[in-house]
T-cell receptor, first 113, second 111 residues
Framework: DQQVKQNSPSLSVQEGRISILNCDYT??????FLWYKKYPAEGPTFLIS?????DKNEDGRFTVFLNKSAKHLSLHIVPSQPGDSAVYFC????????????FGKGTLLTVNP | EAGVVQSPRYKIIEKKQPVAFWCNPI?????LYWYLQNLGQGPELLIR????????DSQLPKDRFSAERLKGVDSTLKIQPAELGDSAVYLC?????????FGPGTRLTVL
């Protein structure tokens, strides 16, 4: 039973365009959401997060949007760069801390020059 | 600042053999996690330590898996005996506040 779902295994975009990665969750107790980025042969690295009291958080080229009613969040990367090519994991936790993260399966983003 | 260190990076063993993974967290991080990542899946938590105490090991298969964190710093995860289905990447992470920092992982192949 996947509580965090990333339904697109892969996404390909052109350099300079927008990348939109989607994530859905089923557990209404989740109140903190994170995106991690993973390069091959490396561990995941934290990218950006959002609390359930907000609907948007922005950090440079990266913006995360949260739609609580739809139990959906998305990561926007604008403009996309070839160095953004990686696997992106959506993760969620409840209780106000990220001690216990539930991860999605990940989406492989390829940014073509 | 050095990141989370894991060794070995790769391990190939035959089934029924024992195997151990080692993790050195970021200095000063009291919380340490072990995750399992199967191919095509996201990481799944196996065990979480606060200093030397295992505060969440509900997902650890205790019949064959064990872990320890002596002195609240380094940690070791052991599998004995290993099964074919244990082939995966084993990730260690540490945190001081909310952000978890991951190591590069140990890729285990059980033949």
């Amino acid at each position: 039973d996947q509580q965090v779902k990333q339904n697109s295994p892969s996404l390909s975009v052109q350099e300079g365009r927008i990348s939109i990665l989607n994530c859905d969750y089923t557990n209404s107790m989740f109140d903190y959401f994170l995106w991690y980025k993973k390069y091959p042969a490396e561990g995941p690295t934290f990218l950006i997060s959002i609390s359930s009291i907000k609907d948007k958080n922005e950090d440079g080229r990266f913006t995360v949007f949260l739609n609580k009613s739809a139990k959906h969040l998305s990561l926007h990367i604008v403009p996309s760069q070839p160095g953004d090519s990686a696997v992106y994991f959506c993760a969620a936790s409840d209780g106000g801390s990220n001690y216990k993260l539930t991860f999605g399966k990940g989406t492989l983003l390829t940014v073509n020059p | 600042e050095a990141g989370v260190v894991q060794s070995p990076r790769y391990k190939i063993i035959e089934k029924k053999q024992p195997v151990a993974f080692w993790c050195n967290p970021i200095s000063g991080h009291n919380t340490l996690y072990w995750y399992l990542q199967n191919l095509g899946q996201g990481p799944e938590l196996l065990i979480r330590y606060e200093n030397e105490e295992a505060v969440d090991d509900s997902q650890l298969p205790k019949d064959r898996f064990s872990a320890e964190r002596l002195k609240g710093v380094d940690s070791t995860l052991k599998i004995q005996p290993a099964e074919l289905g244990d082939s995966a990447v084993y990730l260690c992470a540490s945190s001081q506040n909310n952000e978890q920092f991951f190591g590069p992982g140990t890729r285990l192949t059980v033949l």
